[in-house]
């Protein structure tokens, strides 16, 4: 294999990840095209993670919040896109290797975000549902959706139960969604399809280790989303700290023990960095330490941004909040320091500038935080709306997201209930694995 | 496991199998509430066959053409939904073993469908990508998008072209509305993807047993729409049996060898049969004898219908072709002769009424043979669409399909060009088989 990209009188700028950061960076700064973009990531969509308790609860398919990375770029001849894993940095080199082979470049990019971190439990690491790409989101809504037909051919009240139930781990704004989509769909949705099973046995748990849910936000909006969801009727629990799940049940340090057979982890992220840097830049939570032009601690060339960046600048001591903003913000503005250093000008520190929080509670109640204003309910249910939609790429993803949403809340219903075979898809999507599988 | 379906003072109607003709049946006789129904698929949902192959050139997403059972049958009480293999029948017992464990019948209904048939061929059916399911459809797209990837970064022309190449065998309707909507993709959409490479390395083979494309259509469609096809650019053999594929190579009896890494099998379906039947009722095709009131040969109480069973009527001598039409009508005759014998009535026999047949050659032509005209070009295209819009299940799937033909149409464009990982929804959506997968 070969990266086959062509060599140019360019400077080349290699960025890897295409989530928020790199997407941003890479939209901008290929405006100018006397410089080579490289933009490299293992999956051919940027995904839009916000929306992704959406997709995992039947409202939204995966499409509709996956954009194809070729085709934001399809107009930019100087945009080369390649779909591969970087394994590592070869700073001497100037290259990154990847599967495809080695990736030189004259301006590095680390855009890698962030994974789901378990603190270490391999006990719940190898049975809880992560949050964090389309495909968990989507393997989530099987998950539900077949426990739910297993549910009806139990033997016992307690098996049942268990398949029925649900513990969310994590009270920001994953878990908060989450659990206010599932009380819905246990209200609204579900009876309707199994009308054989009493819904009295399902119980959704969120659980949270500080003192209140949505902790980054205000406490109005803290408030008012803890009242929205225990009158949704999900079991709330803060100051618990999940320890151990067996499958069957799950215990706290603070020594709760709840029944059920489904565990989604939205408790902690750590960054996702890449082999390769002095190990002396990587800092807390496994952010990579950048000055305040997200240029790398000790390297010339090479920059790290959003989630995978820990940028000390004003309030910010740790870090900015590893938060789709920050990242945006700080893509865009090193594609005009490269342009300014590229032109012989200064290059200008990074500022972040908050533009607020939101989450959504269930069908139409959103907790709003703005710099200037705090609203919770209907309109700021609205104003989440809208935020979003006007956030995501693409024209005819917005129009179809938007018909969704309306049809959902209109038919009180999400038609989005498949259960696909994904075993059928992976044996034959990958021919280079079929004849093991033959064979085996 | 339990299936856990009531007694009921009520007779039960078991019916095998959500396609069209099983899904028709259900419909019409779960209007009588003095009948129990208990509806049993492999998947949670109905699957609209007619057009897989727009899922697998991204034209389309597999919920829209897809419709969650339970949701048809939300408002019918007396109907109970099984999503679980059924694994054999016992006559004497009156009973089908399954996955959930035994369930008794009344009235057995097989409506089992067809598969594919690669004819014994092992090479191919190890290597060939099936469109029998809206899965298989969904790991074509994959495929052809995971190609291109992979063709940027082969050392030689020659492995660029076996990736992108694509031989199609079999050429019914499937076969021409695949090989038409990839020779567009070629032409107007992977090249503005793909700026890098050269299409002309693209090729796309249509190979056909018979002398001619649309064998079951008349000569004017026929004719017609291998002149559209090939005004496309797509090479059509027909009178060429394929017999070998060994990954790179397609061959045939009459001796042609295209080099091509993709082979897609539209050539033949067998019928489906359950095991525990009588052997002397199965026939050619593995299809079921039944006489003119869908009854099996030599049982008073079970039925067959659609594409597994095969009935002698009129100048059908062979059992009714393998399509949507003749299992849909032959759904609804027997619901209503299960109501006449109930009522005390006479059952009427069966006479199949053909409405026609149609087929879509590319962005905007298509061949149609109705009963009392013959039309291709334009108009045909539009009756198409027509038709099968007012044929799917769902109200919103109707209103997305149109949206996304409208914007396909307009831009030239199919937005859904994701590569899902398979790997990742099935380790997660499978609990089962998660912790073999973590000791492996």
Do not use: C
């Not at 360019?10 to 080579?36: H, P, T, W």
């Not at 398919?61 to 996956?66: A, L, N, R, V």
């Not at 139930?165 to 659990?179: K, M």
């Amino acid at each position: 294999m070969l990266p086959n990209i062509p060599y140019t009188q360019y400077k080349r700028v290699v960025i890897v990840g295409a989530g928020f950061g790199g997407l941003a960076l890479a939209r901008e700064i290929a405006k100018r095209e006397d410089l080579q973009v490289v933009l490299i990531d293992r999956n051919n969509y940027h995904q839009f993670q916000p929306l992704f308790y959406q997709v995992a609860m039947a409202g939204l398919e995966p499409s509709s919040i996956s954009f194809p990375l070729r085709k934001i770029f399809q107009s930019k001849k100087n945009v080369h896109i390649r779909i591969t894993e970087v394994r590592s940095v070869n700073t001497d080199r100037k290259s990154v290797s990847t599967d495809l082979g080695e990736i030189t470049y004259d301006y590095l990019v680390i855009a890698t975000g962030a994974v789901t971190n378990y603190f270490g439990m391999k006990e719940i690491e190898e049975r809880a549902i992560p949050m964090k790409t389309v495909s968990e989101a989507l393997a989530l809504r099987n998950r539900i959706l077949q426990n739910f037909e297993d549910a009806l051919a139990v033997d016992t009240d307690e098996q049942r139960a268990g398949l029925m139930s649900v513990v969310v781990v994590g009270g920001g704004p994953t878990g908060v969604e989450l659990s206010g989509t599932l009380a819905e769909m246990k209200h609204f949705i579900l009876p309707k399809d199994y009308p054989e099973m009493d819904f009295k046995a399902m119980e959704i748990h969120l659980l949270e280790g500080s003192k209140e849910l949505l902790g980054a936000m205000s406490d109005e909006s803290s408030q008012r989303s803890r009242e929205y969801l225990e009158k949704m009727g999900v079991h709330i629990h803060t100051e618990q700290v999940v320890t151990g799940f067996d499958g069957q049940f799950v215990t706290t340090k603070q020594g709760m023990r709840i029944r059920a057979d489904n565990l989604v982890w939205a408790a902690g992220i750590k960054a996702n960095p890449l082999n390769g840097l002095n190990p002396e830049v990587i800092v807390r939570g496994g952010r990579i330490k950048v000055d305040q032009y997200n240029r790398v601690q000790g390297y010339d060339n090479i920059f790290a941004l959003g989630d995978v960046a820990a940028m000390q600048e004003g309030e910010w001591e740790n870090g900015h909040p590893q938060l789709a903003q920050p990242a945006i913000q700080q893509g865009k503005a090193l594609a005009k320091n490269v342009w300014r250093v590229m032109d012989g000008k200064k290059a200008v520190p990074f500022r972040y500038k908050d533009l607020g929080s939101m989450a959504t509670v269930g069908r139409n109640r959103a907790v709003v935080d703005l710099p200037f204003i705090k609203f919770q309910g209907f309109m700021a249910w609205l104003t989440w709306m809208f935020v979003h939609l006007i956030s995501i790429v693409g024209v005819k993803n917005r129009v179809l997201i938007l018909i969704n949403w309306v049809w959902n809340y209109a038919t009180y219903d999400q038609s989005l209930r498949l259960i696909l075979r994904p075993k059928t898809i992976e044996k034959i999507a990958n021919k280079d694995e079929k004849n093991e599988e033959v064979h085996s």
